[in-house]
């Protein structure tokens, strides 16, 4: 242990964040970035949502419990907690809703391969099943079936055309960078590639974001 | 169910964001800790500041239990000394945007480390940073959340936010429109320089999560419709570099062959 280690310890912005507080930048984190992202991007894998709902609960449960004590003192604290508890039920709707809007809007394409079918949840993956189910069975029946058969795809990807919409993942999007790093991006006259600095905010292409999102060196904004 | 929102955040999205800044307050009450989903408040007693979540700390400020102590930045001499960098020092760039909270450690000068580099721990950012916005915030920097916070701030805490080197509340406000026209004019003129953009970065260190808000559409929609107008001619030039990539070799190749006929 060396003189670093010693002065960290008593270093009171060096303590580890806490659990909570970690949650809540990831799930504003997740949040953002699924806003402001073109493509629907991976559900969060290590159990932040259960955590986040479970705690969510739990804090609806303590609010039944409070609601029958009248007393003042404990009243101001049960309307702070309640109103806490609509923003983080705000941010964990306008998640799931933003992630709805996508999933709706290029349903086959999400489900057209294993490594896009692993960006969703469980539940996620049975609504966009049954919606592209419930949607081809309403079509066949109500137009498709008098279609020749070889002309009934809803998938078709013959003659290089394909018939799956994608979303364009050559989008602009805002980042702002979390460590040092170099950012490349492709333009149309030049390519560039600059190294960039903490708190940077650039505009570059999402394919070209992507990496570094996905490797935590920078987050969308 | 789903979101009929186009990407990105919008205004009122981004104000809520903000209201998640930690600022600082003096209670007039006590104030027992209370356990909140994002982690549990400080226990408040008469006089004794303490740092709460802007939302939080206004519910406070309205109920007379608190008053909110004003970020440094927030000062008017801060405020014109940014507007003067804004205008005279750096009239094309936004001002920078707060240094990383390590420099701004004044229990160890000279010993900077980053936040975090290597471990794996979460990174924080705005609106999560420990003193982008509280009474422990350096003075001359807009932290990313300046304009929404400065509104809130003065909305509803007007008479705080006064009582701060003897300048009122008008004067401060004042001063905030005059930097919020200086940095939408560069906005404007970094659109200007969009039409010709052809490179693939556009840096804008130090924008505000407001006035991205307020540009993000057409921002987006110009860079987006550039990209699309110069697909062809991008697509040429990739295609004019692979072959210039290839075509060195082949020169090396020549001139080799060229050697060994010469020998």
Known sequence: ?????????????????????????????????????????????????????????????KVEEMTGDMDPKTNFALIVIQTELERFKYLVRSYLRARIAKIDKHTLHYLSTDELRGRLSDMELAYATRHQALLHNHYLSSFLASFPPALQNLNDTAGGISMIETPDLESAVFIRLLKNALVEGRGVDTDDATNMQVNDIVILRWSDAKPLVEAGSAELI | MALPLPPGLNHSEAAFLAEMELVTVVPRQRLESIELLGGKTPPLRPLHRADLPLWLALLLKKQRRANIVPPPWLHPSSLAEIIHRETKEDPSAFSPPPPAPSRA?????????????????????????????????????????????????????????????????????????????????????????????????????????????ESRGFVLGVVDGVRKIGAGAEAARREREEEEMAGPGLGLEDDESDEEMGI
């Not at chain 1, 960290?8 to 507080?21: A, N």
């Not at chain 1, 970690?22 to 159990?47: I, N």
């Not at chain 2, 422990?136 to 400065?150: D, F, K, R, T």
């Open chain 1, 1 to 61: 242990m060396d003189i670093d280690d010693i002065l960290q310890e008593v270093d009171p912005s060096f303590h580890t964040i806490p659990q909570e507080k970690r949650d809540l930048q990831e799930l504003t984190r997740a949040w953002v970035a699924e806003r402001s992202a073109p493509e629907l991007l991976p559900w969060p894998a290590d159990g932040l949502f259960e955590r986040i709902n479970g705690s969510i609960k739990r804090q609806i449960e």
């Open chain 2, 105 to 213: 450690d004044p229990a160890r000068p000279g010993h900077a480390h980053q936040y975090d580099t290597t471990t794996t721990t979460t990174i924080l950012s705005p609106p999560f940073l420990p003193s982008s916005c509280t009474a422990a915030a350096p003075a001359g920097y807009l932290p990313y959340h300046w304009l929404e916070v400065a509104e809130q701030l003065l909305a509803h805490a007007g008479d705080d936010m006064a009582g701060l080197g003897g300048a009122s509340a008008g004067e401060i406000r004042g001063l905030l429109r005059d930097l919020v026209e200086v940095r939408a004019a560069k906005m404007r003129s970094s659109a200007a320089a969009l039409e010709g953009f052809g490179g693939g970065l556009m840096s804008l260190r130090g924008v505000g999560a407001m006035e991205l808000a």
